[in-house]
């Protein structure tokens, strides 16, 4: 099987030629040869590069940089800035970059509304180019769930199963707790959703094994036609390594292996109409 990691940063070290604009807990760099290295050793064909707004904010020329040096295992998805009235004018510019695939939307609690304007170029402006729009909404599903509704026909991805997730280790007491509001997302038609960090939610050590039962109810919410495994590295990096958030799903005796082909490559090509060429 073809097995596509759906969300995965990789970034220089910081330096004057490209500052960060915050520093996170995660290692001092993971280059794009770095990160396809550690996507080698435990076979993972390809990546949905997102670019690190935690560095990097709007900017994603270092995404670009490592798409063209790797051009078959990585497709590309740049944050773009609801503030920016030519926000349309950016989305058609990445659209024109070679090996881009999406989008995404920033959606934080307390940050602004589903309906802002901003989000509505941006929303049209994918319709326009046929691109899907990466939501992060965790912590903030309501507002989410809205934006979704307020554009039916815009194809969004969400990220990170929608719940809010661990930078450091140990997971929160009730990490599940908005679990009902990501399946009521699922009737949202269009949209699918990332089962990325994952295990950064269990509250035992790996292989994780108490993430199964809840996921087990996102699969039957959604479908594994619309659920898009990833390990959000390196974000998850001070509480998973690169292995660690793989194998679980690769081993574990939860999936068949068709159900395991569409959840860890399948649905990611499907949804982003990609497919990496090693």
Same mark, same amino acid.
């Given at each position: 099987?073809?097995?596509?990691?759906?969300?995965?940063? $990789?970034?220089?070290?910081?330096?004057?030629?490209?500052?960060?604009?915050?520093?996170?807990?995660?290692?001092?760099?993971?280059?794009?040869?770095?990160?396809v290295a550690a996507m080698d050793k435990v076979?993972?064909?390809?990546?949905?590069?997102? =670019?690190?707004? =935690? /560095?990097?904010? @709007?900017?994603?020329?270092?995404?670009?940089?490592?798409?063209?040096?790797?051009?078959?295992?990585?497709?590309?998805?740049?944050?773009?800035?609801?503030?920016?009235?030519?926000?349309?004018d950016v989305v058609a510019e990445w659209k024109?970059?070679? *090996?881009?695939? *999406?989008?995404?939307? /920033? +959606?934080?609690?307390?940050?602004?509304? $589903?309906?802002?304007?901003?989000?509505?170029?941006? $929303?049209r402006a994918a319709v326009r180019h046929d691109?899907?729009?990466?939501?992060?909404?965790?912590?903030?599903?309501?507002?989410?769930?809205?934006?979704?509704?307020?554009?039916?026909? #815009?194809?969004?991805?969400?990220?990170?199963? %929608?719940?809010?997730?661990?930078?450091?280790?140990?997971?929160?007491?009730?990490? !599940?707790?908005?679990?009902?509001?990501? +399946?009521?997302?699922?009737?949202?038609?269009?949209?699918?959703?990332?089962? =990325?960090?994952?295990?950064?939610?269990?509250?035992?050590?790996?292989?994780?094994?108490?993430?199964?039962?809840?996921?087990?109810?996102?699969?039957?919410?959604?479908?594994?036609?619309?659920?898009?495994? %990833? #390990?959000? !590295?390196?974000?998850?990096?001070?509480?998973?390594? @690169?292995?660690?958030?793989?194998?679980?799903?690769?081993?574990? =005796?939860?999936?068949?292996?068709?159900?395991?082909?569409?959840?860890?490559?399948? $649905?990611?090509?499907?949804?982003?109409?990609?497919?990496?060429?090693?």
């Amino acid at each position: 099987m073809t097995v596509i990691d759906s969300q995965v940063h $990789a970034y220089e070290a910081n330096s004057p030629k490209r500052p960060w604009a915050t520093v996170p807990n995660w290692p001092d760099h993971v280059t794009g040869d770095e990160m396809v290295a550690a996507m080698d050793k435990v076979g993972v064909d390809g990546a949905i590069f997102i =670019s690190a707004f =935690s /560095m990097y904010r @709007y900017d994603a020329s270092y995404a670009v940089e490592v798409q063209r040096a790797h051009p078959g295992r990585f497709g590309i998805v740049k944050p773009v800035d609801p503030d920016n009235p030519a926000v349309a004018d950016v989305v058609a510019e990445w659209k024109a970059t070679p *090996g881009t695939v *999406g989008i995404r939307i /920033m +959606l934080p609690k307390d940050g602004r509304a $589903a309906d802002d304007p901003g989000h509505d170029r941006i $929303a049209r402006a994918a319709v326009r180019h046929d691109f899907p729009v990466n939501l992060l909404c965790w912590d903030n599903l309501d507002e989410g769930i809205a934006l979704v509704d307020r554009h039916p026909g #815009t194809r969004f991805i969400i990220d990170h199963l %929608g719940l809010l997730q661990p930078r450091v280790p140990g997971a929160p007491e009730k990490p !599940w707790a908005e679990l009902p509001k990501v +399946l009521e997302l699922a009737k949202r038609r269009n949209a699918v959703i990332k089962v =990325s960090g994952a295990c950064t939610l269990s509250r035992e050590p790996y292989p994780f094994d108490d993430i199964w039962d809840p996921l087990a109810r996102v699969f039957d919410a959604w479908g594994f036609e619309r659920c898009l495994w %990833g #390990t959000d !590295w390196t974000r998850a990096f001070a509480v998973v390594n @690169y292995e660690q958030a793989v194998e679980p799903f690769r081993l574990t =005796s939860r999936l068949s292996e068709t159900e395991r082909a569409m959840l860890m490559g399948g $649905a990611c090509a499907k949804a982003y109409r990609w497919t990496p060429k090693k």
